[in-house]
């Protein structure tokens, strides 16, 4: 059994660079097919679960698996270049799954803080540089109810919850450090 073939919603959205290289091979495919008929060709695997959020995706998925058929050889090819990429583009491999959300006592949506950051280190920007992702932060920081990265207690409750394994608390000081500066409208007494 596969659970979350598309690592929590992670794979909904690829990097342009790997898109292009899975649609120049077929540009009639979706690239969360290709993760869908990779997991399925894994020797033993008789069941692929996904989290759909709503009907329409639902369908879609049951779509890819009823007109199921194995990555050929190429295809196994492309998907090792396009693992590749993905990997060099990811600074915290946060999958969304949001289990680390409800241990939270500051009320951080961590999944939501992970998937800005990476979406800024992705663009490559300086600290400090303005960008159309730290905007997006400074708006949901906004929010009334939740907390920032700088709110983080490091209480390590959201580590037990969380799949990949990931050192949340060590890594909140470093989301702080790239969106909460001056440039955002944070100030050091925010």
């Not at 295809?75 to 969304?96: D, R």
């Not at 990476?118 to 540089?129: F, R, S, V, Y």
């Not at 303005?130 to 907390?147: H, I, K, P, Q, T």
């Not at 050192?167 to 450090?177: C, G, R, T, Y």
Request: hydrophobic share 40%; charged share 25%.
């Amino acid at each position: 059994i596969v659970m979350e073939p598309l690592k929590g919603g992670f794979l909904v959205d690829v990097p342009k660079e790997a898109e292009d290289i899975m649609r120049s091979y077929n540009p009639d495919e979706a690239p969360i097919s290709w993760a869908f008929r990779y997991v399925a060709g894994i020797e033993g695997v008789f069941m692929v679960l996904a989290g759909a959020s709503t009907l329409e995706q639902m369908e879609e998925d049951i779509a890819f698996m009823d007109n199921y058929k194995p990555l050929n050889e190429e295809e196994h090819k492309i998907i090792e270049e396009v693992t590749e990429i993905i990997n060099s583009k990811i600074a915290i491999p946060c999958t969304k799954c949001n289990y680390c959300i409800s241990s939270c006592p500051a009320n951080i949506m961590i999944p939501k803080l992970f998937d800005l950051y990476n979406n800024e280190k992705i663009q490559g920007l300086e600290i400090g540089a303005f960008s159309a992702v730290g905007n997006a932060y400074r708006n949901y920081s906004c929010l009334e109810g939740v907390g920032i990265a700088s709110d983080c207690t490091a209480c390590e409750a959201c580590m037990k919850e969380c799949p990949q394994q990931i050192d949340i608390p060590s890594l909140m000081p470093e989301v702080a450090k790239t969106f909460e500066t001056e440039t955002y409208g944070f100030t050091k007494d925010d």
